[in-house]
């Protein structure tokens, strides 16, 4: 039986390996795809760049960079060049500098408000529960939270029309599993990127770095990106 097919979506499009796999994923399921690219502040602009590169491979009908100004209003050693990014993982129980305060919450607020305003189904975004950093707002209790949120916030429940549905297709499943599938769906992985460090390779001592790292590993894969990276690193002979 073929995937039930919805009318239209919006998707976060962080440029990284699983906002693409869920760009991916919503171009079969709810297309026409708009796509929302967010400037926040972030220490670096590299992952701009692959959303853009993101959105015009798989054709999306439309593409939005948004600036918000968050990075002086929050903090985060995302939004703060000067703090260090941490070098391991943090410890159990605790959540790490890379967390930037309610990000989820504003993002989806905005895409919330766009999916309603151009007659969109369902806001995709790419939260991960399983191997992800602790993030609050990267959880089933969030995704069901605002999902309550959505039906009271917007105007068509309101009048007997339809709900916009907020889903984290990936939200259960681990990093290699996000791989298999976006392998399954040709996720051009050449074109995403994960690193914090937003240097001209992947750092590779990230959290998100050896994320990325373990799912491509454990799934069997190889990650172009980390080709790319040694033979920018290779002197010159």
Same mark, same amino acid.
């Given at each position: 039986?073929?995937?039930?097919?919805?009318?239209?979506?919006?998707?976060?499009?962080?440029?990284?390996?699983?906002?693409?796999?869920?760009?991916?994923?919503?171009?079969?399921?709810?297309?026409?795809?708009?796509?929302?690219?967010? =400037?926040?502040?972030?220490?670096?602009? %590299?992952?701009? &760049? !692959?959303?853009?590169?993101?959105?015009? +491979?798989?054709? /999306?009908? $439309?593409?939005?960079?948004?600036?918000?100004?968050?990075?002086?209003?929050?903090?985060?050693?995302?939004?703060?060049?000067?703090?260090?990014?941490?070098?391991?993982?943090?410890?159990?129980?605790?959540?790490?500098?890379?967390?930037?305060?309610?990000?989820?919450?504003?993002?989806?607020?905005?895409?919330?408000?766009?999916?309603?305003?151009?007659?969109?189904?369902?806001?995709?975004?790419?939260?991960?529960?399983?191997?992800?950093?602790?993030?609050?707002?990267?959880?089933?209790?969030?995704?069901? =939270?605002?999902?309550?949120?959505?039906? %009271?916030?917007? &105007? !068509?429940?309101?009048?007997?029309?339809? +709900?916009?549905? /907020?889903? $984290?297709?990936?939200?259960?499943?681990?990093?290699?599993?996000?791989?298999?599938?976006?392998?399954?769906?040709?996720?051009?992985?050449?074109?995403?990127?994960?690193?914090?460090?937003?240097?001209?390779?992947?750092?590779?001592?990230?959290?998100?770095?050896?994320?990325?790292?373990?799912?491509?590993?454990?799934?069997?894969?190889?990650?172009?990106?980390?080709?790319?990276?040694?033979?920018?690193?290779?002197?010159?002979?």
């Amino acid at each position: 039986m073929s995937p039930r097919r919805e009318r239209g979506s919006v998707v976060l499009l962080s440029g990284g390996m699983d906002s693409a796999t869920v760009l991916a994923l919503a171009s079969r399921r709810s297309p026409p795809v708009h796509a929302l690219t967010f =400037a926040y502040g972030q220490r670096h602009a %590299r992952e701009l &760049r !692959s959303a853009r590169r993101l959105a015009h +491979r798989f054709g /999306v009908a $439309a593409h939005q960079v948004v600036r918000l100004p968050l990075g002086a209003l929050v903090r985060s050693s995302l939004t703060q060049a000067r703090t260090p990014l941490p070098q391991r993982p943090a410890r159990s129980g605790t959540i790490p500098s890379t967390y930037v305060p309610a990000r989820n919450t504003i993002l989806l607020a905005i895409a919330l408000g766009y999916a309603e305003s151009h007659g969109l189904g369902t806001v995709y975004f790419g939260a991960n529960a399983v191997d992800y950093s602790g993030y609050p707002d990267c959880r089933p209790e969030f995704v069901r =939270a605002f999902n309550a949120l959505a039906r %009271r916030a917007v &105007r !068509s429940p309101q009048e007997g029309g339809r +709900r916009i549905r /907020v889903v $984290a297709p990936l939200l259960r499943l681990s990093k290699a599993e996000i791989v298999r599938l976006g392998e399954r769906l040709g996720v051009p992985w050449e074109l995403t990127w994960s690193c914090y460090a937003g240097r001209q390779a992947p750092c590779g001592r990230c959290d998100s770095c050896r994320l990325r790292a373990r799912g491509f590993r454990v799934a069997g894969v190889r990650d172009p990106t980390v080709r790319v990276a040694r033979s920018a690193s290779s002197p010159v002979r």
